[in-house]
């Protein structure tokens, strides 16, 4: 086959297996950055036009402008372009660069308040078009006991996807470029006879043979997505270029089809690589085009939209979307699968400017290549960009291709998707267990009834039987409200085209969360170690602490309190486990907040740690603010300490630490960075967000958005720009421990 021309042949070849063909195909590369090429005067005249877009879309509050007449969908918009004759890489979700489609299939409510949010109304096609179709929103709400609507109100479980579309499913793009989108059609049309054919056709089977003709469906749209953009994508890629758009145009046809909160590109580099290094071979294609094609490519992926609700904006500040991208890693036999592309992707950031999407992220190992580490920690310095996990950690229970969903969430490509979950409010629970079942805030009884903990110090024996006891209920609850979040989502906004490049034989995880986890810690070890009284209010209710002696706090390499969080996190996965996970999906955990940490806050009353009734949560498994006092090294190694074994859907660590700190110069920065992620991942820690700025920029920034326009920071699991957040968020970034020693 001429699009296969010169590539080594294997198991790829007779089945679909893309990993194989990487394997075989992709140029390992040791060197350091320095054939890197900037950016073509072509990428500059484009990325202009784009800047003015941005200026454009910030003057109108965020949202430059919304289609309201038509339903997004692969096939609802005629083609857009930045600039037509000047775009190597077509494709936009509307006909337009940064106009937001609607997508009201999750939820028909939020599609409106969302509109209207910024200044338009649906039009009354869409509207009578909904008004008798039920959304994924309403069939949740109408199966939800009164106890998941409750705990909802109440946030105990917050940003639960119930009323947007969950995200989280990384279709293989990849597939369309090696394979062409009609062999994989005719697979799928095969795997449908042979699920027709079973004895006995059960409520499971039935299931899958209505997912498999939903995917068809789509999959044939997209043929005609690309044949407006006058592609045939029906055949194999036959170059560079080809396989960068013939992947793109599927990833284009998930988001117009799916305004998922994290619907992510997945692992492409390496593959894209194959494609490159042969058409250099061939004398096709140079550095500099090579580069260009990289550039054009991220610029679109910067351009991605989706209609969010101001309260969906509270939850995930900064408007982000997650287009996260993975680089390198090793492969299972211990070899580099970093390319000159891995280096390309990264390049973009300075060609293109500093930015939040696409998510870029680093599989850390121990076995890469010096040059790709410190090319790595010279542009995490430059532009604080993008994040790191630890591929020697996560190749162990996914294999060696396995990408990002979301913020750190890893999935096998194209062989395991997610059910989503958002988060549960452990601090809250410890305090509904202190208040035998109630809400503190509202006094509601929530849970199952219990002892209401007297005004005498807290017995910390006691504290934690009770809290178990609550947490074990929680879990319960956690599990079966998502079982009820996700068979609506399949029911009524199904992902047609993201689930079509996935094997039949799909395995399924369910995603949970939790925030707080540092103030329960810190509460527990303050329980344990100092003397806490709580103080009630006129209703009975437990809303203050009186705490008197000192204690340790989590982020300062101390086992007394480390050990605290570390045992909580492992006792709730377990019970989440003890229930079972719709479709027969796999329980994981995740320790991740986004930018929520601020919303669990203001929800979360006084705590026994000292932290004040609506202060924020730090994100994810970070120390709260300013408590990790012992210097860089200990916060990073108590963050460590937590166990990524039932801990699969992430462990979220942001990290700053001041220039000077790092070193005197760039060259001693770079070092003392790698070493440092070296030295971190090195004890199985999962994820690394890193910032290295002072916090008197950020101060700045905050006082005259100006000074920086384009300044870009790791927040939790994502980036974002730091102009887009609210002030409210803002202050709680810069609130952040800044390290200052090491």
Same mark, same amino acid.
């Given at each position: 086959m001429e699009a296969w021309r010169s590539f080594k042949e294997g198991v790829w070849c007779d089945e679909i297996n893309v990993s194989n063909f990487i394997k075989l195909n992709y140029t390992a590369y040791d060197g350091d950055s320095s054939f890197l090429e900037g950016a073509t005067d072509r990428t500059n005249d484009v990325l202009a036009k784009v800047k003015e877009l941005l200026i454009k879309e910030n003057e109108k509050g965020g949202v430059l402008d919304v289609d309201t007449d038509k339903v997004l969908s692969i096939l609802s918009h005629a083609p857009g372009y930045i600039d037509k004759e000047k775009d190597i890489i077509v494709g936009l979700q509307t006909d337009e660069p940064l106009k937001r489609g609607v997508s009201p299939f999750a939820g028909y409510r939020n599609a409106v308040q969302a509109c209207r949010a910024y200044g338009y109304e649906i039009s009354d096609k869409i509207k009578d078009e909904f008004t008798y179709r039920t959304t994924h929103n309403t069939g949740v709400f109408r199966a939800y006991t009164d106890t998941m609507k409750k705990a909802r109100h109440a946030g105990i479980l917050t940003g639960l996807p119930d009323a947007y579309a969950r995200g989280r499913i990384i279709g293989d793009y990849r597939r369309i470029a090696l394979y062409g989108m009609d062999y994989l059609i005719e697979q799928k049309k095969l795997d449908k006879k042979k699920v027709g054919e079973a004895d006995v056709l059960n409520e499971e089977t039935i299931h899958l043979l209505e997912d498999l003709s939903k995917q068809l469906d789509f999959m044939s749209q997209l043929k005609g997505l690309a044949l407006d953009y006058g592609y045939d994508i029906s055949k194999p890629a036959t170059n560079a270029k080809e396989a960068i758009q013939w992947l793109y145009f599927g990833y284009l046809?998930?988001?117009?089809?799916?305004?998922?909160?994290?619907?992510?590109?997945?692992?492409?580099?390496?593959?894209?690589?194959?494609?490159?290094?042969?058409?250099?071979?061939?004398?096709?294609?140079?550095?500099?085009?090579?580069?260009?094609?990289?550039?054009?490519?991220?610029?679109?992926?910067?351009?991605?939209?989706?209609?969010?609700?101001?309260?969906?904006?509270?939850?995930?500040?900064?408007?982000?979307?997650?287009?996260?991208?993975?680089?390198?890693?090793?492969?299972?036999?211990?070899?580099?699968?970093?390319?000159?592309?891995?280096?390309?992707?990264?390049?973009?950031?300075?060609?293109?400017?500093?930015?939040?999407?696409?998510?870029?992220?680093?599989?850390?190992?121990?076995?890469?290549?010096?040059?790709?580490?410190?090319?790595?920690?010279?542009?995490?310095? $430059? !532009? &604080?960009?993008?994040?790191?996990?630890?591929?020697? +950690?996560?190749?162990?229970?996914?294999?060696? *291709?396995?990408?990002? #969903?979301?913020?750190?969430?890893?999935?096998?490509?194209?062989?395991?998707?997610?059910?989503?979950?958002?988060?549960?409010?452990?601090?809250?629970?410890?305090?509904?267990?202190?208040?035998?079942?109630?809400?503190?805030?509202?006094?509601?009884?929530?849970?199952?009834?219990?002892?209401?903990?007297?005004?005498?110090?807290?017995?910390?024996?006691?504290?934690?039987?009770?809290?178990?006891?609550?947490?074990?209920?929680?879990?319960?609850?956690?599990?079966?409200?998502?079982?009820?979040?996700?068979?609506?989502?399949?029911?009524?906004?199904?992902?047609?085209?993201?689930?079509?490049?996935? $094997? !039949? &034989?799909?395995?399924?995880?369910?995603?949970?969360? +939790?925030?707080?986890?540092?103030?329960?810690? *810190?509460?527990?070890? #303050?329980?344990?170690?100092?003397?806490?009284?709580?103080?009630?209010?006129?209703?009975?209710?437990?809303?203050?602490?009186?705490?008197?002696?000192?204690?340790?706090?989590?982020?300062?390499?101390?086992?007394?309190?480390?050990?605290?969080?570390?045992?909580?996190?492992?006792?709730?996965?377990?019970?989440?486990?003890?229930?079972?996970?719709?479709?027969?999906?796999?329980?994981?955990?995740?320790?991740?907040?986004?930018?929520?940490?601020?919303?669990?806050?203001?929800?979360?009353?006084?705590?026994?740690d000292g932290r004040k009734a609506g202060e924020p949560f730090a994100p994810g498994a970070n120390p709260m603010h300013g408590r990790d006092a012992e210097g860089a090294l200990a916060s990073l190694n108590s963050v460590a300490k937590l166990d990524y074994a039932c801990c699969q859907d992430g462990i979220s660590n942001t990290f700053s630490i001041t220039p000077d700190t790092l070193g005197k110069d760039k060259e001693q920065q770079v070092e003392h960075l790698t070493t440092m992620l070296d030295g971190y991942f090195a004890q199985d820690a999962h994820h690394l967000n890193v910032n290295v700025l002072n916090r008197e920029k950020l101060i700045e920034a905050m006082n005259d958005p100006t000074l920086y326009p384009s300044l870009t920071i790791r927040v939790s699991g994502y980036a974002v720009n730091f102009n887009k957040l609210t002030r409210e968020k803002q202050e709680e970034v810069i609130a952040r421990t800044f390290h200052t020693a090491m």
């Open positions: 046809g998930a988001i117009k089809e799916q305004n998922g909160a994290a619907n992510s590109i997945g692992r492409i580099a390496e593959f894209i690589d194959c494609y490159i290094e042969r058409d250099i071979a061939e004398g096709v294609l140079d550095e500099k085009g090579a580069q260009e094609l990289i550039d054009d490519l991220v610029l679109k992926l910067r351009l991605v939209r989706h209609l969010r609700t101001p309260e969906y904006n509270d939850l995930f500040a900064g408007d982000p979307v997650w287009v996260t991208l993975a680089l390198a890693g090793v492969t299972g036999e211990g070899k580099s699968m970093c390319s000159k592309t891995s280096f390309r992707v990264l390049q973009t950031l300075y060609n293109l400017g500093p930015s939040a999407e696409p998510n870029i992220t680093v599989l850390w190992s121990e076995h890469l290549p010096q040059g790709f580490k410190d090319f790595c920690a010279q542009v995490s310095i $430059d !532009t &604080d960009s993008i994040q790191y996990e630890n591929d020697d +950690v996560m190749r162990r229970m996914y294999g060696d *291709d396995y990408a990002i #969903a979301c913020c750190v969430s890893a999935m096998k490509m194209g062989k395991q998707m997610q059910f989503f979950g958002a988060r549960c409010n452990l601090a809250k629970v410890l305090l509904m267990a202190l208040n035998g079942g109630k809400d503190e805030i509202g006094a509601d009884q929530i849970a199952p009834e219990g002892e209401v903990f007297e005004e005498t110090v807290l017995d910390y024996d006691k504290v934690m039987a009770a809290y178990k006891k609550y947490l074990s209920w929680m879990a319960k609850l956690y599990v079966n409200t998502m079982n009820v979040i996700h068979y609506m989502h399949d029911k009524y906004a199904y992902e047609r085209l993201m689930m079509s490049l996935h $094997d !039949t &034989d799909v395995e399924r995880l369910m995603a949970f969360g +939790v925030s707080g986890m540092s103030v329960a810690t *810190d509460s527990l070890s #303050a329980i344990k170690y100092a003397k806490v009284t709580p103080i009630k209010d006129e209703r009975g209710i437990i809303t203050e602490f009186n705490v008197e002696g000192e204690f340790p706090k989590y982020g300062n390499d101390d086992d007394r309190v480390d050990l605290i969080g570390k045992e909580l996190i492992e006792y709730f996965y377990k019970e989440l486990c003890k229930t079972p996970a719709y479709r027969g999906a796999k329980h994981t955990l995740s320790i991740l907040t986004i930018t929520s940490n601020v919303m669990y806050g203001k929800k979360t009353g006084s705590t026994p």
